[in-house]
């Protein structure tokens, strides 16, 4: 929180610049810089949450793309060329969701 964030949330308390006054005034003050601060770290919670979500939907992703990947190797050496091409297609659109 900024200087002027402090300044500003003071003048919306009514709290003279000058000097502290009634208790009311200060409890007023207060509640706006605790309410800015919860804000701020809801904000902040809301964005680490979305990072740590992204990163857990990468990890999913290449896990499965993983999978087929051993598929593939599995039905290569069954010498089955059709389902090869589809698992090697099947690894490509998982690994591409993750490009969008």
Known sequence: MTRDDIIRMAREALLPSCHLTHP?????FAA????????????????II??????G?????EECAQVCEAE??????WG????????????????ARGEK
């Open 24 to 28: 009311k005034a200060l409890e007023r």
């Open 32 to 47: 706006i810089v605790a309410a800015a601060e919860r804000d701020r770290i809801a904000d902040e919670a809301k964005h």
């Open 50 to 55: 979305k990072r740590a979500e992204a990163r």
């Open 57 to 61: 939907a990468a990890a999913e992703r």
């Open 72 to 77: 593939r190797e599995r039905l290569f050496e």
């Open 80 to 95: 089955n060329g059709l389902q090869v091409i589809t698992a090697d297609k099947l690894t490509e659109a998982i690994r």
